[in-house]
């Protein structure tokens, strides 16, 4: 069965400044797809970005991007010039493809100080 | 832009009771997922639907029941609820084409409190 983990239970960063949060995950499969979702107080789940395991590109989204390294089974979230409205839990999730159920980590909470 | 529409947003119920949770996907996708987020815990999969057929299922009761419809718009049945029940129900909807898969995209929730 595919497993994500997110070993950090909480992160804070200064407004203005990078911060990086780290997901692994565990699959025998070589064809899946990886998500970093957004829960901010509001309880709604946004997405963040999204990375296929068949690129070797690492996909990114304005102030968001990801370090994907498909061998060490790693996908992180890299966060730039974090804004207090990036404050919220951020769960990453696995895909197996067309159909497939998420399967989330336990998610980090990212606070943004002043 | 569309999205995925969920209701009621809250619900209370009585134990031993019985509720219906309403989705209704973004327009022209074909897959239904259900998943139950517990306090301070992360989504877990329950039940999904591809062109109104149940095509996959996760960690959900006996007591749940769900179906998708003609007009692709699902519901969640939960019958004999129990305390631990009382939970955020998401929809999320996604278009699946061949051999990929498209993002799924997650409604507001349900907030389901059992008293």
């Known amino acids: 069965a595919q497993t994500v983990t997110q070993s950090q239970p909480e992160m804070s960063v200064q407004e203005a400044e990078t911060v990086t949060l780290s997901c692994t995950y565990d699959t025998s499969e070589s064809d899946y797809y990886l998500f970093w979702y957004k829960q901010p107080p509001s309880r709604q789940m946004i997405l963040v970005i999204r990375?296929?395991?068949?690129?070797?590109q690492n996909a990114t989204e304005n102030r968001f991007s990801v370090n994907f390294q498909k061998a060490a089974k790693s996908f992180s979230l890299k966060i730039s010039d974090s804004q207090l409205g990036d404050a919220a839990m951020y769960f990453c999730?696995?895909?197996?493809?067309?159909?497939?159920?998420?399967?989330f980590g336990k998610g980090i909470t990212l606070s943004v100080r002043p | 832009a569309a999205g995925v529409i969920q209701s009621p947003r809250h619900l209370i119920k009585e134990k031993r009771e019985t509720a219906t949770l309403k989705c209704y996907p973004i327009?022209?996708?074909?897959?239904v997922y259900w998943y139950q987020q517990g306090p301070g815990q992360d989504p877990q999969f329950l039940i999904s639907f591809y062109e109104k057929m149940q095509s996959d299922k996760g960690s959900i009761p006996d007591r749940f029941s769900a179906q998708q419809f003609s007009d692709y718009h699902s519901e969640l049945n939960m019958s004999s609820l129990e305390l631990g029940d009382s939970a955020l129900y998401f929809c999320?909807?996604?278009?699946?084409?061949?051999?990929?898969?498209?993002?799924?995209?997650f409604g507001p929730g349900t907030r389901l409190t059992v008293l």
């Open positions: 327009p022209r996708h074909d897959t």
């Open positions: 999730a696995y895909s197996l493809g067309a159909n497939s159920k998420l399967t």
């Open positions: 999320a909807s996604s278009l699946s084409e061949r051999e990929r898969t498209d993002t799924q995209y």
């Open positions: 990375q296929e395991a068949y690129k070797q």
